[in-house]
């Protein structure tokens, strides 16, 4: 991979990786839902072409805000490759946890930091 192309690449991935730390510390003062698993899958992470490329579970989940159902996807990056098994397994219909954007309840994110069994935070 010539120089320009690495720099590239690691230029987007510090942008992402800024991105999605500025949305996970507002989805942490947003309001939870009722939600369960759905099922989980196992498919390649980012880009296949790149060297740190790996695969991830892939969770489908749905929730419920105000009446209204809505679904989300989440991604569980493993430690290894055999982990992706253990985690869709130990993950599909369970329920969880959601945050939900209040003023775009469509917009959602699962963090399993707040997966507390049978406790709603508000």
Known sequence: MPLIDFLITWI???FRGRKRETRLAEAKLWPTAHGRILEGTSRRADNPADAFSTRTAELTYFYVVRGDYFSGIALLPPESEDEVRNQIAT???????????????SISIFLTEDQTEGIILA
């Open 12 to 14: 987007i991935r510090v």
């Open 91 to 105: 993950w599909k219909e369970r329920d969880i946890v959601v945050r939900y954007c209040p003023t775009e309840p």
